[in-house]
């Protein structure tokens, strides 16, 4: 309990004087052209990642998707439209 009360007391205030500081996109910057998705396990975390491939698909076309998957998620992860490359 102690240990939320101090994230809550000291973490907000270092988040909002850190934000002062941050610059502009990164992206914008240094463009990326490849993206490598690790996902191993757990079906319902590979399932969850499904609208993340959507919306970067949707914000950067160009980007190259690759999702690295087991055995296990290769059925879920098969059927994603978004990913240019799966790894299994």
């Given at each position: ?8 007391l ?41 609208p ?37």
């Amino acid at each position: 309990m102690m240990k939320r009360y101090f994230d809550f007391l000291i973490g907000i205030p270092l988040v909002l004087f850190f934000s002062f500081f941050k610059g502009k996109n990164r992206l914008s910057q240094n463009p990326v052209d490849k993206i490598l998705v690790i996902k191993l396990a757990a079906a319902g975390d590979t399932i969850l990642l499904i609208p993340l491939f959507r919306n970067l698909r949707e914000a950067y076309p160009e980007l190259k998707i690759h999702w690295m998957v087991s055995p296990i998620n290769q059925a879920i992860a098969a059927t994603v439209p978004y990913i240019d490359k799966l790894i299994i």
